[in-house]
């Protein structure tokens, strides 16, 4: 079993800043990539960044040039710096782990913690 736990979230105001992390845990497993995603109360889940474990990224378009997507490999641990935030981010985040595990090297597991809340209001 992998547990993947976010934090950092918060309430800032437009134009503030957050660090979100997401960090993996468990035992005799490697992780191919990690994403943020997020989902407002009625609206479907979107995709914000992607990173994988060789460090190759990818973000939505709504957050290019605002948010960067970091990982720190030997914590299994990645990380959302957002910045310039605006209400329309007001979010619940979540991260997800691509996980492979050493018992089953062929199939690829996805975990997801259970999210971090973002207001972001004046």
């Known amino acids: 079993q992998v547990y993947v736990v976010e934090s950092g979230g918060g309430l800032v105001q437009p134009g503030g800043s957050l660090r979100l992390s997401c960090a993996a845990s468990?035992?005799?497993?490697?992780?191919?990539?990690m994403g943020w995603y997020r989902q407002a109360p009625g609206k479907q889940r979107q995709v914000v960044a992607h990173i994988t474990s060789g460090g190759s990224t990818n973000y939505a378009d709504f957050v290019k040039g605002r948010f960067t997507i970091s990982r720190d490999n030997a914590e299994n641990t990645v990380y959302l710096e957002m910045n310039s935030l605006k209400p329309e981010d007001t979010a619940r985040y979540y991260c997800n782990a691509q996980i492979l595990h050493s018992f089953d090297r062929g199939h690829e597991y996805n975990y997801w913690g259970q999210g971090t809340q973002v207001t972001v209001s004046s």
């Open positions: 468990g035992s005799s497993f490697s992780i191919n990539a």
